[in-house]
């Protein structure tokens, strides 16, 4: 899979892989940003994954033309079927319409009843494939094609920690109060970050993750 490099503003590289969401292609750059992270630890100031790119960001005094050919030859030598050293998490979701608030307007807009919504959406296994847009938000990739729908036309200012969602191809959890433009279809007490652990976030990229559904009594006393 062939990759581009080109200038990011005064000192940075973006790196771009094919614009398709993939879990091969997540794997990819996990293991070409370790590398990188490893061989470039004196001069990287940091490293932004996403689907299908990597931006780098380096100090002001670094050659950037030669960190691009430098970047290609390792790129061409890494074996990216080497194991990944990940963890498998099994996260209690209560699907409840009072916790999913979009699930009744989801049902509608996808012809499919909210049991069907629950089974398609809790029975995949998927892949964390970067952390992002707030810290411990785990963007999976492996959402069930029937699942996909468009984001909300208007953002709401806040939802609730732990809001389990769909937005566009991609389900991914709100490890923080904050504001959300995806459609909420459940809810997880499962703590995703906190910034007083000496691991403030648990789930890391290349990690798997299944959605268990709980009921409404189990997730009030949880």
């Not at 380096?58 to 970047?71: E, P």
């Not at 279809?185 to 990229?205: H, Q, V």
């Amino acid at each position: 899979m062939p990759i581009t490099i080109l200038q990011f503003g005064i000192s940075g590289l973006l790196i771009s892989w094919e614009n398709i969401i993939s879990s091969k292609t997540s794997r990819k750059i996990y293991h070409f940003n370790k590398v990188i992270l490893k061989v470039f630890k004196n001069e990287i100031v940091d490293s932004v994954p996403t689907y299908c790119s990597l931006t780098l960001y380096f100090k002001q005094s670094t050659s950037l033309i030669k960190l691009k050919n430098q970047l290609f030859n390792i790129y061409h030598t890494i074996d990216f079927s080497t194991d990944i050293n990940s963890h498998h998490w099994k996260i209690p979701v209560c699907y409840h319409p009072s916790l999913g608030i979009d699930l009744v307007s989801l049902s509608s807009t996808l012809k499919l009843s909210i049991d069907e919504i629950i089974l398609l959406h809790s029975t995949p296994l998927y892949t964390v494939d970067f952390i992002g847009f707030l810290p411990g938000f785990p963007y999976l990739s492996g959402l069930d094609t029937q699942l996909h729908a468009p984001r909300l036309s208007s953002p709401r200012p806040l939802v609730k920690k732990g809001s389990v969602a769909i937005g566009g191809k991609q389900t991914g959890i709100y490890a923080n109060t904050s504001p959300a433009g995806w459609n909420i279809i459940g809810r997880t007490r499962f703590e995703l970050f906190n910034a007083k652990d000496i691991n403030p976030c648990p789930i890391s990229p290349m990690d798997t993750l299944q959605f268990i559904p709980i009921t409404l009594s189990e997730f009030n006393t949880a």
